[in-house]
T-cell receptor, first 115, second 113 residues
Framework: DAGVIQSPRHEVTEMGQEVTLRCKPISGHNSLFWYRQTMMRGLELLIYFNNNVPIDDSGMPEDRFSAKMPNASFSTLKIQPSEPRDSAVYFC?????????????FGPGTRLTVL | GENVEQHPSTLSVQEGDSAVIKCTYSDSASNYFPWYKQELGKGPQLIIDIRSNVGEKKDQRIAVTLNKTAKHFSLHITETQPEDSAVYFCAATITDSWGKFQFGAGTQVVVTP
């Protein structure tokens, strides 16, 4: 199994530009999570999906952030317009929600730098 | 909601010594407690987990203990090696809550040869 795949691994952009992060969950997993990691705030849950449906987006910091999951094998996190304070590592994680199984498997992350 | 506190924030140990990281949680309904290891430039990786119907679990040099009454759980690493150097995160969740984890702030472990 290839694990959770994220792209790009690194992204450098200028303030005001649109940024799109991509995630491919592990095949067969039906829940997907987007996290943001910074030194100051640690790991923050932004949004999560179950069976492609957004369940809780209360962690999304602002309307500039949006996420979609058009099918079971693909999700995007978009920031428009980006700001320097959005600089962080963004992780995608997936899990197979079955009884007694909630282990989340993380991708390698996307390091975003907004200049 | 759930709140997880993790201590210490940094831990330096000599190679071969043991390391212990402690976490407390607030929601008595939490029933699943995973531990993740994050190496530099990588995503967190699950190393061990424990469910509320078990008090202790071991996997080679790592073990996790759970005290449901006191609402705390701990990670124990014995015979530490330089490759154990990483950031370790604890987490707590209720398995029927759509899998939403509450993570601790992390512990930076440094193993010196």
């Amino acid at each position: 199994d290839a694990g959770v795949i994220q792209s790009p691994r690194h992204e450098v952009t200028e303030m005001g530009q649109e940024v799109t992060l991509r995630c491919k969950p592990i095949s067969g997993h039906n829940s997907l999570f987007w996290y943001r990691q910074t030194m100051m705030r640690g790991l923050e849950l932004l949004i999560y999906f179950n069976n492609n449906v957004p369940i809780d987006d209360s962690g999304m910091p602002e309307d500039r952030f949006s996420a979609k999951m058009p099918n079971a094998s693909f999700s995007t996190l978009k920031i428009q317009p980006s700001e320097p304070r959005d600089s962080a590592v963004y992780f995608c994680a997936s899990t197979e929600r079955a009884e007694g199984t909630d282990t989340q498997y993380f991708g390698p992350g996307t390091r975003l730098t907004v200049l | 909601g759930e709140n997880v506190e993790q201590h210490p924030s940094t831990l330096s140990v000599q190679e071969g010594d043991s390391a212990v990281i402690k976490c407390t949680y607030s929601d008595s309904a939490s029933n699943y407690f995973p531990w993740y290891k994050q190496e530099l430039g990588k995503g967190p990786q699950l190393i061990i987990d424990i469910r509320s119907n078990v008090g202790e679990k071991k996997d080679q040099r790592i073990a996790v203990t759970l005290n449901k009454t006191a609402k705390h759980f701990s990670l124990h690493i014995t015979e530490t090696q330089p490759e154990d150097s990483a950031v370790y995160f604890c987490a707590a969740t209720i398995t029927d809550s759509w899998g939403k984890f509450q993570f601790g702030a992390g512990t930076q472990v440094v193993v010196t040869p």
